[in-house]
């Protein structure tokens, strides 16, 4: 079964607005922890924002925040303000409590992202 | 130099050829990972590997033979390829047990298999 659920294959956003990416995810553990990366054509993951299943405020990192509502199960990445370089791949990930001796994350299929001059 | 650092780059191999790929990682962490990016698929985990010891292996093909000689260098051995081994290989780090740490990737090698 999927854990990690990014519905939307495609984005475009207007320079200078903010936008909204979805990620769901999916598990019975009450301790997780919940990823955002960013790849650019380049092929590297550039890790964005974390936020903790036990965090009781919203994640915020600069331009980026996630949008975090656990009855829901999903965490979504804001990006306000939009800048030309942040067209690029969005990659939602979780990691598990029960995945704690390994660290290993779990991927959605990732949100592309263009930004419009 | 600092992060994860995966060579080469780019490979094209043919289906009989042996290869390896390197990564090498300087942030003294203890866990390395490899992750396998086909297009229009979510990264596949492959295999982890924590202080040394191999601790995940995701039902990959024998033609991909990991290698972890110390906890800074991780090989991924690869003989007898297929055409559908094509895909961007990732190779990460982080340190397990400190539970909002990130997993730190390196740039990637991207492999063709002709």
């Known amino acids: 079964a999927q854990k990690i659920t990014q519905t939307q294959p495609g984005m475009f956003v207007q320079e200078k607005e903010a936008v909204t990416l979805d990620c769901t995810y999916d598990t019975s553990d009450p301790s997780y922890g919940l990823f955002w990366y960013k790849q650019p054509s380049s092929g590297e993951m550039i890790f964005l924002i974390y936020q903790g299943s036990y965090d009781q405020q919203n994640a915020t990192e600069g331009r980026y925040s996630l949008n975090f509502q656990k009855a829901r199960k999903s965490a979504n990445l804001v990006i306000s303000a939009s800048q030309l370089g942040d067209s690029a791949m969005y990659f939602c990930a979780m990691r598990e409590k029960g995945s704690s001796n390994t660290g290993k994350l779990i991927f959605g299929q990732g949100t592309t992202l263009q930004v419009k001059p | 130099e600092t992060g994860v650092t995966q060579t080469p780059r780019h490979l094209v191999m043919g289906m009989t050829n042996k290869k390896s790929l390197k990564c090498e990682q300087h942030l003294g962490h203890n866990a390395m990972y490899w992750y396998k990016q086909s297009a229009k698929k979510p990264l596949e985990l492959m295999f982890v590997?924590?202080?040394?010891?191999?601790?995940e292996n995701n039902s990959v093909p024998s033609r991909f033979s990991p290698e972890c000689p110390n906890s800074s260098h991780l090989f991924l051995h690869l003989h007898t390829l297929q055409p559908e081994d094509s895909a961007l290989y990732l190779c990460?780090?982080?340190?397990?047990?400190?539970?909002?740490?990130?997993?730190?990737f390196g740039n990637g090698t991207r492999l063709t298999v002709t």
């Open positions: 990460a780090s982080s340190q397990p047990g400190q539970y909002n740490s990130p997993l730190h």
């Open positions: 590997y924590s202080l040394e010891e191999r601790v």
